[in-house]
């Protein structure tokens, strides 16, 4: 297993403070996940459906928290994975 760090950008961190408490919750578990087993275990878990984005999101991946909100972060660094969370937010569905 190799070591994974996640970082949360300011802009998210003030979005943080908004999010209702059960999603707040979700999000603390995903964390936690991340840093207790790795970023390849958060992966495995299909509830979040994690993905690359895409169009002016590209390089960027997004883990959903529940039907409604989403974690939208990028990796650093191969040896040590460093997720840095910059968004989560209310996601947008395009109909």
Do not use: C, T
Not at 34 to 55: C, F, S, T, W
């Amino acid at each position: 297993m190799s070591y994974s760090r996640v970082f949360i950008e300011e802009k998210a961190e003030k979005g943080l403070r908004k999010l209702p408490r059960h999603i707040l919750v979700i999000f603390e578990e995903w964390v936690r996940l991340i840093e207790e087993q790795g970023y390849a275990e958060m992966k495995k878990v299909p509830g979040y459906r994690d993905h690359n984005l895409k169009g002016k999101l590209i390089g960027k991946r997004s883990s959903s928290l529940n039907k409604s909100y989403r974690v939208i972060y990028h990796l650093e660094d191969e040896e040590i994975i460093i997720v840095k969370v910059i968004e989560v937010n209310k996601h947008d569905y395009k109909i």
